[in-house]
C-alpha cells in the first residue's frame, strides 16, 4: 500500500511539473514607478514560435518600449531568438518569439522575459492578462497553453474622511457634545497622517472608544484600514 501511494505521488508531481504554462508573475511596487513585469514559460514540448498578447490597464500603466528576453530559458548562448513587440492600442501588446534558423524553444521551465512598465499614482490591484496565444510546434501544430494572469499592485495610500463640516448646533453652557471622526485607508500601502497646525482652543480629539485618550501624532492607518 505504501508503494502505491508512493507511485502515484511521484506521476502527480509529473503531471504538474509538465504542465505547459504561459504566466504573469505578480508584484507590488510604489506609485509613479518603472518595474519590469515577468513572463515564465513552462512546456514539456519544444515549440518553434510563440505568439501572445499582454492586455492591462492603459490607463494607468504605460509600456516604456523596452523588454529583456531571456536567453537561459531559450537554449543558452546557441540560441538565435528575436522578439517583437508591438503596442496594438493602449492597453494592449503583441509579441512574438521565434527563431530565424528554426531552432526551437526547448522543454523546461523559467521565465521567458520581461518587459519594463511605469505605473500610475492610483492606488489597486491590476490584472495583467493573457489572450490570443499561439504556440507553434515542430510538426506545425499547435501546443496548447495553459494561460496564468498576472496581479500588479500600485502601492499607495489614500486618505479619505467621513465627512467635511459638522455642526454641532446649539449646546448648553458647560455641556460636551460628541462627534466621531473617522478617518480612513482604502489604499493599498500605509497612510502616515501628521498635525502641523491646531487651532481647535476649544475642542478636544480622543479615542472614540473610551472618550478621553488623547489622540497622538503621527497616526499610522494600516492599508484597508
Same mark, same amino acid.
Given at each position: 500500500?505504501?508503494? &502505491?501511494?508512493?507511485?502515484?505521488?511521484?506521476?502527480?508531481?509529473?503531471?504538474?511539473?509538465?504542465?505547459?504554462? @504561459?504566466?504573469?508573475?505578480?508584484?507590488?511596487?510604489? #506609485?509613479? =514607478?518603472?518595474?519590469?513585469?515577468?513572463?515564465?514559460?513552462?512546456?514539456?514540448?519544444?515549440?518553434?514560435? @510563440?505568439?501572445?498578447?499582454?492586455?492591462?490597464?492603459?490607463?494607468?500603466?504605460?509600456?516604456?518600449?523596452?523588454?529583456?528576453?531571456?536567453?537561459?530559458? !531559450?537554449?543558452?548562448?546557441?540560441?538565435? +531568438?528575436? &522578439?517583437?513587440?508591438?503596442?496594438?492600442?493602449?492597453?494592449?501588446?503583441?509579441? @512574438?518569439?521565434?527563431?530565424? $534558423?528554426? =531552432?526551437?524553444?526547448?522543454?523546461?521551465?523559467?521565465? !521567458?522575459?520581461?518587459?519594463?512598465? +511605469?505605473? $500610475?499614482?492610483? #492606488?489597486?490591484?491590476? *490584472?495583467?492578462?493573457?489572450?490570443?496565444?499561439?504556440? $507553434?510546434?515542430?510538426? /506545425?501544430?499547435?501546443?496548447?497553453?495553459? =494561460?496564468?494572469?498576472? *496581479?500588479?499592485?500600485? @502601492?499607495?495610500? +489614500?486618505?479619505?474622511?467621513? *465627512?467635511? /463640516?459638522?455642526?454641532?448646533?446649539? &449646546?448648553?453652557?458647560?455641556?460636551?457634545?460628541?462627534?466621531?471622526?473617522?478617518? $480612513? /485607508?482604502?489604499?493599498?500601502?500605509?497612510?502616515? &497622517?501628521?498635525? /502641523? %497646525?491646531?487651532?481647535?482652543?476649544?475642542?478636544?480629539?480622543?479615542?472614540?472608544?473610551?472618550?478621553?485618550?488623547?489622540?497622538?501624532?503621527?497616526? %499610522?492607518?494600516?492599508?484597508?484600514?
Amino acid at each position: 500500500m505504501k508503494r &502505491i501511494i508512493q507511485v502515484i505521488l511521484l506521476l502527480i508531481g509529473v503531471t504538474l511539473y509538465s504542465q505547459d504554462t @504561459l504566466s504573469v508573475k505578480d508584484g507590488a511596487y510604489g #506609485y509613479d =514607478k518603472d518595474f519590469a513585469l515577468d513572463l515564465h514559460l513552462t512546456t514539456a514540448t519544444a515549440i518553434k514560435a @510563440l505568439q501572445f498578447d499582454v492586455k492591462y490597464d492603459g490607463d494607468n500603466f504605460t509600456y516604456k518600449s523596452s523588454y529583456n528576453l531571456i536567453k537561459a530559458r !531559450l537554449g543558452g548562448d546557441s540560441s538565435d +531568438h528575436v &522578439i517583437t513587440v508591438k503596442e496594438v492600442v493602449s492597453g494592449k501588446l503583441r509579441i @512574438l518569439i521565434y527563431s530565424p $534558423s528554426n =531552432k526551437t524553444i526547448p522543454t523546461g521551465n523559467g521565465k !521567458l522575459l520581461d518587459l519594463s512598465f +511605469h505605473n $500610475s499614482k492610483n #492606488y489597486g490591484n491590476y *490584472t495583467f492578462e493573457l489572450a490570443s496565444v499561439v504556440a $507553434s510546434k515542430e510538426d /506545425n501544430t499547435n501546443l496548447s497553453l495553459e =494561460k496564468e494572469n498576472g *496581479t500588479i499592485t500600485t @502601492l499607495a495610500p +489614500h486618505f479619505t474622511w467621513n *465627512t467635511n /463640516n459638522h455642526s454641532f448646533g446649539s &449646546i448648553y453652557k458647560d455641556a460636551t457634545v460628541d462627534f466621531q471622526w473617522v478617518i $480612513s /485607508n482604502p489604499g493599498t500601502q500605509e497612510l502616515n &497622517i501628521s498635525l /502641523n %497646525k491646531t487651532e481647535l482652543t476649544k475642542f478636544s480629539l480622543t479615542q472614540w472608544s473610551d472618550k478621553s485618550t488623547p489622540i497622538t501624532w503621527p497616526q %499610522k492607518i494600516a492599508a484597508n484600514g
